[in-house]
């Protein structure tokens, strides 16, 4: 079954602290992967993306993650997190093949304290 | 260029009742995605319109219909409410072809509420 774990629900983070919000996937032949971050009572915004090429990617506000087929994995991570990085963050595949369906992880809060 | 919009931002229902929720796609997108997303969890995929066809369908019942105009806004409908219908719906349209996957970009979502 196509699946996507996000296997921390929460992160606590110091301001100014690195953090990795990890993501793994089911296995597949092709994917295309996404970060989309959601502020509280507002929809999806897209924070970087996927799609081929380079394996690691960068979004314009400092976060970047890497690709890693053999570990199925599309972790993100930023080296230095700022008080408005505090959101839900939801990482999400497309498997080739399925009508372009975003499938989603559960989603990690991260909650950044000074 | 316009971004995805969404009417209404809420939505107060009863049990049984039925509800029309509408997408206006971003300039030049073909594609409209919608999603349930109930309270702490991911979104699911509902359905996707591509050229006013439905072009893939989750795990939902038929209780649950679309729409695509020829201006590629689209609606959601649901009859026969059911109390786990409450969730944000979020719509979400893309360019799809034959360059293959394109990023979905999301609206703000239209919260249902279900008594």
């Known amino acids: 079954a196509q699946s996507v774990t996000q296997l921390d629900s929460q992160v606590p983070v110091f301001e100014e602290a690195p953090v990795e919000l990890r993501c793994n996937y089911s296995?597949?032949?092709?994917?295309?992967l996404f970060w989309y971050v959601q502020y509280p009572n507002q929809g999806l915004q897209l924070l970087l993306k996927y799609l081929s090429g380079s394996t690691l990617v960068e979004s314009i506000n400092g976060f970047e993650a890497e690709f890693n087929k053999s570990q199925t994995s599309f972790h993100l991570r930023k080296p230095s997190v700022h008080i408005s990085d505090t959101a839900e963050y939801f990482c999400a595949v497309i498997y080739t093949g399925t009508a372009s369906k975003l499938t989603f992880g559960t989603g990690t809060r991260l909650q950044v304290t000074l | 260029e316009t971004g995805v919009t969404q009417s209404p931002t809420h939505l107060i229902k009863t049990r049984g009742q039925q509800v029309t929720l509408r997408c206006s796609s971003q300039s030049g997108h073909n594609t409209v995605s919608w999603y349930q997303q109930a309270l702490g969890q991911g979104p699911q995929f509902i359905f996707q319109y591509y050229r006013e066809e439905e072009n893939g369908r989750g795990n939902f019942p038929p209780r649950f219909s679309g729409l695509q105009f020829p201006n590629y806004s689209s609606e959601l409908n649901v009859n026969a409410l059911e109390l786990d219908d409450s969730a944000l719906y979020l719509c979400?349209?893309?360019?799809?072809?034959?360059?293959?996957?394109?990023?979905?970009?999301f609206g703000p979502g239209t919260r249902l509420t279900v008594l």
């Open positions: 296995s597949s032949v092709s994917v295309y």
């Open positions: 979400a349209s893309s360019q799809e072809g034959l360059a293959g996957v394109d990023t979905q970009y």
